[in-house]
């Protein structure tokens, strides 16, 4: 078997929840040794959300499988020492604090760099870096606009109106954090320097409006409000007997004619991209 990608590179994980441990996972599986920090007063809050198992959740548990855990208090100079030592021989630096908190604290990161020139830091700021908002995932698929482009088999009842059944924008900064940190250590071979890069959980939905913000621009109307919003029965969810639900998505003719003809319906094959009450 041969070596995986990021054999031999040390990540420094000071990160809390989702996006991080999604991160931390993507790097992990990729061959990444990987130090998770944690503060001595409870550790990542990702250890307590149910449901437990040993104690521990178990989101945290297979995020986390394979990681290196280490305790140490930032607010000290000797936790923060022993960061330093820890970044000064580190290929990667993770992070997830509020913007200016780690200088507040202490640690310059500029120093580092200088000490480290091959370290690839990258943040997880909720907004920006020039902003110390928080958010949830919640508040930001709202306001992005995304949670209006939700179907409602994508989300569940929560006493009040739907909300999405998975963390968008917790996976999707994590994912793209790491497209952003594997260019930065291809970028360094070529360069021998690092990169401090970013990620926001605000900008992180974004790509997935792309095609309908411009879909949206050239008037709609399109394939997206149509055949791929589940107005045609090519494309769309349907009600089992049982009470689930089945996905059809046989757009192409040749796949919709093989689907009626599966289920005993040839006669529907003509009907698959029809509109409206028909369809």
Same mark, same amino acid.
């Given at each position: 078997?041969?070596? +995986? ?14 996006? =991080?441990? %999604? ?8 061959? +990444?040794?990987?130090?998770? %920090?944690?503060?001595?007063?409870? @550790? ?20 986390? *499988? ?8 930032? *607010? ?7 960061? *330093?030592?820890?970044?000064?021989? +580190? ?8 913007? =200016? ?8 990161? /500029? ?17 920006? /870096?020039?902003?110390? @908002? ?7 698929? @709202? ?15 929560? =006493?009040?109106? /739907? ?7 917790? %996976?999707?900064? @994590?994912?793209?954090?790491?497209s952003s940190i594997l260019a930065a250590l291809v970028g360094r071979h070529a360069t021998g320097k690092g990169r401090r890069l970013s990620q926001s959980l605000l900008s992180a939905p974004l790509p997935l409006l792309t095609w309908p913000w411009a879909d949206q621009a050239a008037g709609g109307g399109g394939l997206l409000d149509n055949a791929l919003a589940g107005r045609v029965p090519c494309y769309r969810c349907y009600r089992c007997g049982d009470g689930q639900l089945i996905s059809v998505g046989c757009l192409e003719p040749k796949f919709w004619i093989g689907f009626?003809? +599966?289920?005993? *319906? ?14």
């Amino acid at each position: 078997m041969s070596e +995986a990608p990021l054999a031999g590179t040390l990540v420094i994980d000071c990160s809390r929840m989702a996006p =991080g441990a %999604v991160l931390a996972r993507t790097l992990i599986d990729l061959g +990444a040794c990987l130090i998770k %920090v944690e503060d001595p007063r409870g @550790g990542d809050p990702m250890r307590a959300a149910p449901p437990l198992r040993g104690g521990v959740g178990v989101g945290f548990c297979v995020y986390y *499988r394979g990681a290196e855990s280490l305790r140490l208090d930032l *607010r000290k100079p000797e936790g923060l020492a022993h960061l *330093r030592t820890l970044l000064s021989r +580190a290929d990667v630096f993770i992070e997830s604090f509020r913007p =200016g908190t780690l200088a507040k604290w202490g640690l310059d990161l /500029d120093a580092i760099e200088r000490d480290n020139p091959k370290l690839v830091s990258c943040s997880l700021p909720a907004v920006a /870096d020039d902003d110390r @908002g928080v958010a949830h995932d919640l508040n930001l698929t @709202g306001l992005t606009g995304l949670l209006g482009q939700l179907p409602g088999a994508l989300l569940t009842q929560g =006493g009040g109106e /739907d909300i999405p059944r998975v963390l968008i924008a917790d %996976v999707l900064t @994590g994912t793209l954090a790491a497209s952003s940190i594997l260019a930065a250590l291809v970028g360094r071979h070529a360069t021998g320097k690092g990169r401090r890069l970013s990620q926001s959980l605000l900008s992180a939905p974004l790509p997935l409006l792309t095609w309908p913000w411009a879909d949206q621009a050239a008037g709609g109307g399109g394939l997206l409000d149509n055949a791929l919003a589940g107005r045609v029965p090519c494309y769309r969810c349907y009600r089992c007997g049982d009470g689930q639900l089945i996905s059809v998505g046989c757009l192409e003719p040749k796949f919709w004619i093989g689907f009626c003809q +599966a289920v005993g *319906r040839p006669d529907l094959a003509a009907t698959g991209l029809d509109l409206g009450e028909r369809g």
